[in-house]
T-cell receptor, first 111, second 111 residues
């Protein structure tokens, strides 16, 4: 299995609080991604990174920000969590236009 | 808007039968095609990638690509109850473009 970990694995938070999810890889892959997965919507790209400090928006980026200060770490921040951000969040990694490998996911509940 | 479509299912097949999963995509410039399996509560797991027209076989799995028809399929021979999962089709465009995922097809293999 690709060396990808996500933390925390589960989190319950209140509306309006900031939340940071962490993705850590040991594969030295250049590209890292954050997705959310919701029933009826499938996997949707939030943000991605193509190198240290190089990030860009995906399909559903509103309300989220990211940072990548090291090759191995990609952070996703919900600036002020809302109930609509209750979801399962997956991190993925890849090299260029090759396969993406997914982390175990974080289940986030915003109450 | 680039789209990837799959039959939502559920697709039910008896144990030992061939399961056929289909995927169509809208972007004619798409270059890379991937099948993922996702068990309930787990992260997507890569099954196969295919880049050229024709068939690609790996064990009980065969991926088929027809770029002219914008169609990619996955055949699972000798289906087992352990194959019961949701199968996700993912398509990547030209170099540097991100994945677009289909909504997934839920497969149920009946003992």
């Amino acid at each position: 299995d690709a060396g990808i970990t996500q933390s925390p694995r589960h989190k319950v938070t209140e509306t309006g609080t900031p939340v940071t999810l962490r993705c850590h890889q040991t594969e030295n892959h250049r590209y890292m991604y954050w997705y959310r997965q919701d029933p009826g919507h499938g996997l949707r790209l939030i943000h991605y990174s193509y190198g240290v400090k190089d990030t860009d928006k995906g399909e559903v980026s509103d309300g989220y920000s990211v940072s990548r200060s090291k090759t191995e770490d990609f952070l996703l921040t919900l600036e002020s969590a809302t109930s609509s951000q209750t979801s399962v969040y997956f991190c993925a990694i890849s090299e260029a236009d090759r396969e993406e490998y997914f982390g175990p996911g974080t289940r986030l509940t915003v109450t | 808007q680039k789209e990837v479509e799959q039959n939502s299912g559920p697709l039910s097949v008896p144990e030992g039968a061939i399961a056929s999963l289909n995927c169509t995509y809208s972007d004619r410039g798409s270059q890379s095609f991937f099948w993922y399996r996702q068990y309930s509560g787990k992260s997507p797991e890569l099954i196969m990638s295919i880049y050229s027209n024709g068939d690609k076989e790996d064990g009980r799995f065969t991926a088929q690509l027809n770029k002219a028809s914008q169609y990619v399929s996955l055949l699972i021979r000798d289906s087992q109850p352990s194959d019961s999962a949701t199968y996700l089709c993912a398509v990547r465009g030209n170099y540097g473009q991100n994945f677009v995922f289909g909504p997934g097809t839920r497969l149920s293999v009946l003992p």
